[in-house]
Every structure is written in structure tokens, then in C-alpha cells.
């Protein structure tokens, strides 16, 4: 089993910045890629980053390159999401997941641990 907790949601203005965070605990972190989606209300998840195994390999939605940048952090078990620029269509409840893939991956059915979420409020 494996368990991911984010954290670092919260409520930011227009042109903010957040930083959120990815804690795994159990399996072996560093073997798989990982990836963060969002979810606002009334719409379908949706790719944000993702992440390979050893971080050398990333890749972003086209609506986040730019503004977002993705990193992990093996030696503590963590991935993280620098969220800058933020704009209020990034509202939404962000989930980090656990690709059993070494390379990162962009669809969601490819992922098989996710976070309960944190949610990101950017106001205008």
C-alpha cells in the first residue's frame, strides 16, 4: 500500500504563488513517476505535471508550462508542485499520484495511488 498526503492548498490572489507538497509513505517512492491533476467544480480531472522516477524527465498541461514547475525530492519521499502566476482558473482540488511506471505519464488510468487533495483558491 501506499499513502499520499498533499498539503500546501490555501487561498491566494491573482499573480500568487503556492507551493504544494506530496508526502508518500510506504512502497518504495523513488521507483515510480509521479504526477499532480486538478479538479474544479463541475469539470472533469485533469492532467497538470507529471514527474519520472529520478526527476530528470518532466512534462506540463499547456495551460501550466510557464507557471508551474514540478519536483521531487527521493530522500524524503516527497513531490512537490511551485505554483506561480496563479490565476483564477486554476481554482480547483489538486491531487498528487503514483504512477507504477518509471517515466512520467499524462493520463490519470495510468496512476494508481492518489491523494485525498488540497484545495487551491486563487481569487481575481
Known amino acids: 500500500q501506499v499513502q499520499l498526503v498533499e498539503s500546501g492548498g490555501g487561498l491566494v490572489q491573482a499573480g500568487g504563488s503556492l507551493r504544494l507538497s506530496c508526502a508518500a509513505a510506504g512502497r518504495t517512492f523513488a521507483n515510480y513517476a509521479m504526477g499532480w491533476f486538478r479538479q474544479a467544480p463541475g469539470k472533469e480531472r485533469e492532467f497538470v505535471a507529471a514527474i519520472s522516477w529520478s526527476g530528470d524527465s518532466t512534462d506540463y498541461a499547456d495551460s501550466v508550462k510557464g507557471r508551474f514547475t514540478i519536483s521531487r525530492d527521493n530522500a524524503k519521499n516527497t513531490v512537490y508542485l511551485q505554483m506561480n502566476s496563479l490565476k483564477p482558473e486554476d481554482t480547483a482540488i489538486y491531487y498528487c499520484?503514483?504512477?507504477?511506471?518509471?517515466?512520467?505519464?499524462?493520463?490519470?488510468?495510468?496512476?494508481?495511488?492518489w491523494g485525498q487533495g488540497t484545495q487551491v483558491t486563487v481569487s481575481s
Open positions: 499520484a503514483r504512477s507504477p511506471y518509471t517515466s512520467y505519464r499524462k493520463d490519470g488510468y495510468q496512476y494508481d495511488y
